[in-house]
């Protein structure tokens, strides 16, 4: 069975904002594999890169160096069994909840009546029965998340990208939102890669973490398996022995990343 997505030995080089004459290699001679229906967490420093390597799975973005692979097949535009959740919400402010989440399906050319049932049920099922009418000004940050979250789960993608989703949501929120998320991908087991820099969120959610150098040139520096039990509550698992143990090993590695990517930022 073919991977879900692979990103072979890539290398992303792109022209300075400054300097057109110069060059800076965002990420370099990265892999990584994605198995069918796991869920896997990419963590490192603030802008290590990681947003470089989830615009590559999409097709958003071509490395200039190395090859991407979607289930088996090679990738060279938009990556169509792919489905993009964003950091800041994708959301159009002059639709209701319910014409954003069928606005997809529409744009496929499917008939409004068919469109609007779906959506009502992806609505129902992030939590949000009875805001159909609501515009997006009159929805909390976690409420517009869950619009976003069934705005990509209705278009039934076979892989989700996800770039820090919940992390403008307050903490008790955010922990809620991964609680939510794993309910829904445990009834399909999609493919997920899941970008973030909270290494506890990352451990509480994945099957794998995969942990990043500071940039320039970012590369992966360790890959752990998170053999905690599943179904897994998000709320409780962090206060379990085995997750204490996984997040002081990869901490371990990722600590002086993140003080160099922090002292990278300051100098900037």
Request: charged residues 20%.
């Amino acid at each position: 069975m073919a991977n879900a997505l692979t990103l072979d030995n890539i290398t992303c080089t792109f022209q300075s904002k400054n300097d057109p004459l110069k060059t800076y290699t965002a990420v370099k001679d990265t892999t990584l594999v994605v198995a069918e229906g796991e869920f896997v967490c990419v963590v490192g420093p603030t802008g290590c890169g990681k947003s470089t390597l989830l615009n590559v799975a999409a097709g958003l973005c071509l490395p200039s160096k190395g090859s991407v692979e979607s289930f088996g097949n090679a990738l060279n535009g938009i990556n169509s069994r792919a489905g993009y959740l964003f950091q800041n919400d994708a959301l159009m402010p002059w639709r209701t909840a319910l014409e954003n989440v069928a606005a997809g399906l529409e744009f496929r050319g499917i008939e409004k009546n068919e469109t609007h049932t779906q959506a009502r049920a992806w609505l129902t099922r992030v939590g949000l029965n009875g805001f159909f009418d609501r515009y997006p000004h009159q929805l909390s940050g976690g409420q517009k998340k869950r619009v976003s979250l069934a705005q990509t789960l209705i278009m039934d993608p076979q892989i989700i990208l996800m770039d820090e989703p919940f992390s403008a949501l307050d903490v008790q929120t955010r922990q809620l939102m991964g609680k939510e998320l794993l309910e829904l991908w445990q009834n399909n087991r999609k493919s997920v890669v899941f970008v973030t820099h909270d290494l506890e969120e990352a451990i509480a959610l994945s099957d794998r973490v995969v942990v990043l150098s500071a940039g320039p040139e970012t590369h992966p520096i360790g890959e752990y398996r998170i053999d905690l039990p599943r179904p897994r509550d998000v709320l409780e698992i962090r206060m379990t022995p085995q997750f204490l143990e996984l997040h002081s090993l990869i901490w371990r590695a990722m600590k002086n990343e993140v003080l160099k990517g922090y002292e990278q930022q300051q100098t900037q």
